[in-house]
């Protein structure tokens, strides 16, 4: 088996992983995504281009981390009240944080207070 047939193997296995991981028990998304991964390993099995098969093989990878840190299910919560809750199901690996990063990050795109008063950086125009 080539080194490469090998690594492929391995981000399937690691995107398998992931999928179960998020999806536990929601069996609908859980097959939907293994159709999903399924079909795309499969169109590129043929793929001779090692710098293709590098590129979809980081791709993958990239999928499965952002699946086990970044994803999670909401399941909607059935109760009596007209209002929709939902309950959020975390897996370990779920990176938690806040929005403190976003809010004073340096080269914001958003205008200063200072800028909207005066029309705008071009003096309105």
Not at 46 to 60: G, R, S
Not at 81 to 94: N, R
Not at 106 to 122: D, E, I, N, W
Request: hydrophobic letters at 35%; glycine letters at 8%; a positive charge.
């Amino acid at each position: 088996m080539s080194t490469q047939r090998a690594v492929a193997l391995g981000a399937y296995r690691n995107l398998l992983k992931a999928q179960k991981q998020t999806f536990g028990a929601d069996l609908v998304a859980l097959n939907a995504a293994r159709a999903k991964t399924y079909v795309e390993f499969n169109n590129s099995k043929n793929e001779t281009d090692p710098a293709v098969v590098d590129e979809k093989i980081k791709l993958a990878n990239q999928v499965a981390s952002i699946l086990k840190s970044n994803i999670v299910q909401g399941v909607r919560k059935e109760e009596e009240t007209d209002t929709d809750i939902y309950k959020l199901k975390f897996h370990p690996g779920i990176e938690l944080g806040d929005n403190d990063s976003i809010r004073n990050s340096k080269g914001s795109l958003r205008k200063s207070k200072k800028q909207k008063a005066s029309g705008g950086c071009c003096g309105g125009h």
